[in-house]
């Protein structure tokens, strides 16, 4: 018989009749977890058949090298131990007896290193401080970066690769860049600057004024003895 069925089972029954089932093939399943996982991943997953069939196969490939995982059971939690930090494709597959297939691919950041900061040393004119600074994070990659000028005052700097800052007053600061990667890690990195106030060009200070009152009286002096 054409039935025009890709897939279907042929059985008799006892009287001699043909009795045919006509199989839903179709594969089920989900796969959640944490994109930024640590070394030690984990992801839930379901698994399952449409009518008149069953699953055959549940794997799952870690993409390290190792050969694919075999599940089993409808539900679970599957875990693994990557050596290294890195970006990884893994694949869960479910099978089922009539072929039908579910594929599920997610890309996972398995990072347990934090940031590489770097923070130059500073310069300053006056009040004003100028400061350079790099960060990177070659798996996760950067949530966010802040700098603390040690005077209660801070800035993002996410997209920054310098800032100047200008002080209330002279002293020494501490400034530290905090820097945070997508899985959650820090890596910080603090200098010391100190800044002084410099008086108003052409203005001179309290030393200066009565320098020139000395100068003057002298001159006066002089004069007067001529």
Do not use: C
């Not at 379901?46 to 599940?71: F, K, Y």
């Not at 347990?112 to 401080?129: I, K, Q």
């Amino acid at each position: 018989y054409d039935l025009g069925l890709e897939k279907y089972t042929k059985s008799y029954d006892a009287a001699g009749s043909t009795n045919f089932k006509v199989l839903d093939g179709a594969a089920e399943g989900s796969l959640t977890g944490d994109e930024y996982q640590t070394k030690a991943a984990s992801f839930d997953w379901t698994a399952g058949a449409g009518t008149n069939t069953t699953v055959s196969s549940i794997t799952m490939d870690w993409d390290d090298g190792g050969a694919a995982e075999t599940l089993t059971g409808t539900s679970g939690t599957a875990t693994h131990t990557y050596a290294a930090d890195g970006e990884y494709e893994v694949t869960f597959v479910v099978t089922t007896a009539a072929g039908g297939v579910y594929t599920k691919e997610f890309t996972l950041f398995a990072d347990e290193t934090a940031p590489t900061v770097t923070l130059d040393t500073p310069t300053s004119d006056g009040l004003v401080a100028s400061f350079t600074f790099s960060f990177s994070d070659a798996v996760s990659g950067i949530a966010s970066a802040v700098i603390d000028f040690g005077d209660s005052s801070t800035t993002d700097v996410t997209s920054s690769t310098s800032v100047n800052h200008e002080y209330s007053e002279a002293g020494e600061f501490t400034v530290k860049l905090t820097v945070t990667d997508n899985a959650g890690y820090v890596g910080t990195a603090e200098v010391t600057i100190t800044v002084e106030e410099t008086g108003a060009v052409g203005t001179p200070g309290f030393t200066g004024i009565m320098a020139l009152i000395s100068i003057a009286s002298a001159v006066v002096v002089l004069r007067k003895r001529k």
